[in-house]
């Protein structure tokens, strides 16, 4: 088995590289500069004015000089040699915006939108299984037909619309103040409040980010449950466990189930990628103070080392989700022979 | 697993000698077959029919709402305003001088015919900001004061063509990639099913905001980065087709008769690979315009004079008092996007053999 982990984690390294080469070009080679940004707001408003040469002269060099700080006077490929040899140290460098170092400002973040997503995927998981078992034993009867309408309904329920919604009609505004409009905590939240205090104040708070961020997913998961479970109670050896007098009960969740969990753990891997990218809409409608928000302010700001490194942790993370549902397989199905690759 | 992988050959051939055997009407038989299983899907029909719908208001947005009367009578003479505006954008016809760059609403015309929503979907009315829904705004004004039923009508066009012209272009790169990949296997296969990895990997929606934020906002960029970052399903479905027919005996046959590799890919070939495909180009439109509602909902990518459903959405953000924004434009997007996943999920259903007759 590890043999099989080592390989695989050895596989990856041409696949991380050329994704993080694609990010690193598509910052550098885009057209505009995060100097003149820089400048456009600050310096370069003046020079707007008509300053004199002299003066441009000394803005020119400014920029110069902050462009060497940043080593992007470089050509390319030296810039990406030196950005790779400082991951191995887990230097992200400096961010753009206030020089605060990448990596710190990442790890403050990373709770917030680590909770929001592992809640979101435990819920997913949560009611798409038995949802989806739902469905597959009640084929074709008028709640498995609402059930499935209802997961289409959900599934194409765009999250940005839902989103808006939900803080138009429901957080405060106009309509109901049923939940916070953002932030992850009250204003007037203290350490010094008792625990249940503190469980109640984030699980109001995060009630509606995690069910927006989490929807689309049960409802999609769900009918890939039912499909598979029903491919699966088609199957002979199912018969012959109904032949041989074993209760409906033990049929369904020893036999069918079992068998039927194989594909839940695949999607797992394709869920993992978008985590971030997901949050991005969720953290910016209720302002949270998570990576997703983070990444959406940093592209806008053309933040090169902050947006590298956010595209490296969450393809680190996909990656590391492909090969998680890949030995999780095997653990869900002892036939999947290590090693073997599959079609 | 390996039962699925082989019920999925079974309809493989099945497929296959279904157009073999229609010989002289090439093929029509199999998609007869699927269009008299599709209809029987009352969901999928009622899919098909608003996707039908929207071509519809798409195609004849000028007509439904337009600051332009379609009939005037001005000066004793007859006027046809919005047919005379397309032959003046196809370089035609001209304007009457006493008509050029004129509001036709305050010209003193004596018969004026105006569409059923006489705004354009850039009118800027600032006398009548955030204006309700009544009988003159149908579905309210935005900040600017311009109507929402409007903007609801012309962003139809922007989600059809966004969805098409970036489903075309990730369809164009997944059949040609996933095609060579399944042909020639071995190191052609190897080298592109690394890239299918990696691009599995890469965090698309974050890549699309980049890519997007840093390029100046254009609708054109838009559509083809997110067609440039969305063929990887389309790739991997065409080579596993490719895969199980380049072994079926009328390909040997072809290319043992001399045809070439060309030849052999995308006449004898691809015509039998394209129906799982056809699933993901439906469901690939319904995703195009879920993802161009975010990126304009974010304000990225389109040019901020434009109207979208995703652009009058965001302003439903900052104005929350303003219900009409959030409602409108989102149930836009939601029911477009419902019903491609409805044609979407009735063609899967229509082209998968073990359903049919039941």
Not at chain 1, 15 to 20: M, N
Not at chain 1, 249 to 275: C, D, E, Q, W, Y
Not at chain 2, 29 to 44: E, I, N, T
Request: include cysteine; charged fraction near 15%.
């Amino acid at each position: 088995m590890w043999r099989y982990i080592v390989q695989r984690l050895v596989l990856f390294i041409p696949t991380f590289l050329g994704i993080t080469l694609i990010g690193f070009l598509i910052m550098h080679l885009a057209p505009g500069d995060p100097a003149d940004l820089l400048a456009g707001g600050g310096l370069g408003a003046a020079a707007g004015e008509g300053i004199s040469l002299e003066k441009r002269g000394t803005v020119d060099q400014a920029l110069a000089q902050w462009r060497a700080q940043y080593g992007l006077d470089r050509p390319l490929h030296v810039q990406y040699g030196y950005w790779l040899k400082n991951l191995f140290t887990l230097n992200f460098g400096d961010s753009f915006k206030d020089n605060q170092p990448v990596a710190v400002k990442i790890l403050d973040r990373l709770p917030v939108t680590l909770t929001l997503n592992i809640l979101s995927i435990i819920l997913v998981y949560l009611i798409a299984i038995p949802l989806g078992i739902y469905s597959a034993t009640h084929s074709y009867s008028l709640g498995d037909q609402a059930t499935t309408l209802a997961a289409f309904i959900l599934f194409s329920l765009p999250v940005v619309w839902a989103g808006t919604m939900a803080l138009v009609f429901l957080c405060g505004g106009d309509f109901y103040y049923w939940f916070p409009p953002a932030a992850l905590t009250s204003i007037d939240y203290s350490p010094q409040w008792p625990l249940w205090w503190k469980i109640q104040d984030r699980a109001w708070h995060l009630f509606m980010p995690v069910l927006l961020l989490s929807y689309s997913g049960f409802a999609g998961l769900s009918r890939y449950m039912r499909t598979g479970m029903r491919e699966v109670l088609e199957q002979d050896f199912v018969r012959t466990a109904r032949a041989k007098g074993l209760a409906e009960r033990v049929v369904i969740f020893k036999h069918v189930l079992r068998n039927s969990l194989i594909p839940m753990v695949t999607i797992l891997a394709s869920i993992l990628p978008g985590l971030i990218g997901g949050s991005i809409i969720i953290e910016t409608i209720f302002s949270i103070p998570g990576l997703g928000q983070l990444g959406y302010q940093a592209v806008l700001a053309r933040d090169y080392p902050t947006v590298m490194a956010l595209f490296t942790v969450s393809s680190m993370l996909a990656l590391i989700g492909i090969l998680l549902s890949d030995i999780l397989l095997t653990v869900v199905d002892p036939r999947i022979a290590f090693g073997r690759r599959e079609v | 697993m390996s039962a699925g992988k082989a019920s999925l050959q079974g309809s493989a051939q099945n497929g296959g000698t279904l157009v073999g055997t229609a010989g002289s009407n090439r093929g029509a038989g199999y998609w007869s077959l699927v269009w008299r299983q599709f209809r029987r899907d009352r969901l999928a029909m009622a899919g098909l029919t608003v996707v039908a719908g929207l071509f519809v208001v798409a195609i004849f947005a000028d007509f439904l709402a337009n600051d332009k009367p379609y009939y005037m009578r001005y000066q004793g003479a007859s006027y046809f305003p919005i047919f005379r505006s397309y032959l003046v954008q196809m370089g035609v016809g001209k304007w009457p001088p006493e008509l050029l760059n004129v509001d036709f609403k305050e010209l003193e015309g004596e018969t004026k015919v105006f569409p059923p929503i006489p705004y354009r979907s850039n009118n800027i009315d600032l006398r009548a900001p955030f204006a309700d829904p009544s009988p003159e705004h149908w579905l309210g004004t935005d900040k600017l004061g311009r109507d929402v039923m409007a903007g609801v009508v012309h962003g139809s066009r922007i989600s059809l063509f966004i969805g098409f012209v970036s489903v075309g272009i990730s369809l164009t790169i997944g059949i040609v990639l996933g095609a060579l990949a399944g042909f020639f296997g071995s190191w052609v296969d190897l080298l592109i099913s690394r890239l299918f990895e990696l691009m599995l990997a890469i965090p698309t929606f974050f890549l699309l905001i980049t890519i997007a934020a840093l390029l100046p906002p254009s609708i054109f960029l838009t559509m083809s980065v997110i067609g440039m970052t969305s063929w990887v399903g389309i790739a991997r479905f065409t080579r596993n087709e490719f895969l199980k027919i380049r072994n079926l005996d009328y390909v040997t046959a072809a290319i043992a008769l001399g045809v070439s590799n060309r030849q052999v890919m995308f006449r004898h070939i691809l015509p039998n690979a394209l129906a799982p495909v056809m699933v993901s180009v439906v469901l690939g439109i319904a995703a195009a315009i879920l993802v161009e509602s975010s990126l304009s909902f974010l304000g990225i990518g389109v040019p901020a004079d434009l109207v979208t459903w995703g652009s009058i959405l965001n302003e439903a953000r900052s104005n929350s008092f303003a219900w009409w924004l959030a409602v409108f434009p989102g149930l836009a997007i939601f029911i477009t996007v419902l019903a491609y996943y409805l044609v979407g999920e009735g063609l899967r259903d229509a082209l998968d053999p073990r359903l049919r007759g039941s």
